[in-house]
């Protein structure tokens, strides 16, 4: 008799959390292993239970879903996305992810999912499947210069423009005009969105 499939599931909401365990019920060949209520714990979790597959939601707090993804990676599970939005298809696959659905997918879609998964196999929910090729057609949207990315540093430290300026030795015109790019490339609108999109992608560390 094959064994079900091991599961752990890491999402902040309890109610959620109840559902997935109804779904993931006897008989469905997958079993709850574990589960987690925020990126950390996901981590922390993984490398205990060792799971077949992790079910991961994005927006979590503390560790969010694409970093907890990115540490998980490698490890040994299979990461699995379930979250309600379908702007970080691409984020989450380059993290290591192997599948990609919505909290809207019917019960018997997430079971086949999960089990396609620890099979080997890359699940993409058809709703996101257009916005992932969008961003694949586009992919130097958001990856940074090297300058660009050396005043993203200095403003998540704190810098003005006038500082950023005296430390790259170029002018604050330029450095305008660099965060201006990193605004676009980032598709965010202030300093303080790209400082935080900047660590959601990796490209800032604590």
Do not use: W
Request: proline share 5%; net charge neutral.
């Amino acid at each position: 008799m094959t064994s079900p499939v091991r599961v752990l599931v890491a999402d902040d909401h309890p109610i959620v959390r109840d559902g997935l365990r109804a779904a993931l019920g006897p008989g469905s060949g997958v079993e709850l292993a574990g589960e987690a209520a925020d990126g950390e714990q996901a981590v922390r979790l993984a490398a205990e239970l060792r799971p077949d597959v992790v079910l991961m939601d994005l927006r979590m707090p503390g560790l969010d879903g694409v970093a907890a993804i990115r540490r998980i990676a490698g490890t040994g599970p299979r990461v699995l996305v379930l979250t309600t939005f379908d702007t970080d298809v691409l984020p989450a696959l380059e993290a290591g992810a192997h599948g990609y659905l919505l909290k809207d997918a019917p019960a018997g879609e997430l079971v086949r999912a999960v089990l396609a998964v620890h099979r080997g196999e890359t699940v993409i929910a058809p709703a996101v499947a257009g916005r992932l090729a969008e961003q694949v057609r586009r992919p130097s949207r958001g990856a940074l210069s090297r300058r660009e990315l050396e005043v993203l540093r200095l403003v998540a430290g704190g810098a003005t423009n006038k500082e950023a300026a005296a430390a790259l030795f170029i002018s604050e015109a330029s450095v305008k005009t660099h965060l201006l790019h990193v605004y676009a490339k980032l598709d965010v609108r202030d300093r303080a969105a790209a400082v935080s999109e900047g660590y959601r992608r990796g490209l800032l560390t604590a």
